[in-house]
């Protein structure tokens, strides 16, 4: 399974870098940053872009806000909202 999520493309590579360091740092799930293969991503169900609200601003972020549509601690499907909070980069390089 891992085999098929190898990324080829830089961009590729640092967008599931990057997926994989959120995931762990806000406790996701699998299923709550993925699709399986059957599945069809669904922007009312399943995370994106428009998820993520970096706070107060780009620039200068000191936390970021991910607002999960569906989750499994949701089963209302109402949204939830996860804070993360930023790091110094000496702790991201380590990771």
């Given amino acids: 399974m891992i085999q098929t999520i190898i990324p080829t493309s830089n961009h590729a590579k640092a967008s599931i870098n990057t997926a994989m360091k959120v995931a762990f740092a ?5 299923g709550e940053f993925t699709l399986d293969e ?5 922007p009312a169900i399943h ?6 609200q970096f706070q107060p601003n780009i620039q200068s972020p000191t936390h970021v806000l991910i607002s999960l549509p569906a989750s499994k601690s949701d089963p ?20």
């Fill in 26 to 30: 806000a406790f996701l799930c699998c």
């Fill in 38 to 42: 059957k599945e069809t991503f669904n």
């Fill in 47 to 52: 995370l994106s872009r428009n998820s993520i």
């Fill in 76 to 95: 209302f499907r109402k949204g939830v909202s996860i804070v993360v909070a930023a790091v110094l980069p000496l702790v991201l390089s380590k990771l």
